[in-house]
């Protein structure tokens, strides 16, 4: 009985860490070594995508990351949409945002 308290225990701990998911910028061609901007820091964007779990991301948080991004190439950032199925499991919803000149 020990034995299973302390497995559902571990389990448990694992479980709620998945939860809290940092959100982090989506790059499709991240680990593609054949892209041509393979290991380059941007020197634009047009757009930024930003992976994160709903249940410990703030909407706030979210534009903050993307008005950061969009602002490090002298734009601001404007929110299109949102999606799911493009990001790991522990960060299943995408915001979308456009990274449009001031």
């Known amino acids: 009985m020990s034995r299973i308290r302390t497995s559902f ?10 939860c ?4 982090f910028i989506y790059d499709a061609n991240e680990f593609n070594r054949d892209h041509v901007d393979f290991a380059k820091e941007p020197t634009d ?4 995508e930003i992976c994160y779990n709903r249940r410990s991301t703030t909407p706030q948080a979210l534009l903050k990351m993307a008005a950061d991004e ?9 929110f299109e ?7 790991p499991l522990m960060a299943p919803a995408r ?3 456009r990274c449009q000149k001031r």
């Not at 949409?81 to 990001?87: A, G, I, Q, S, V």
């Open 70 to 78: 969009c602002g490090r190439f002298g734009k601001r950032a404007v």
């Open 9 to 18: 225990s571990v389990l448990l701990v694992f479980l709620v860490a998945a």
């Open 45 to 48: 964007r047009t757009s930024v």
């Open 81 to 87: 949409r949102h999606d799911y199925l493009e990001c």
């Open 95 to 97: 915001a979308h945002f």
């Open 20 to 23: 809290a998911q940092e959100p």
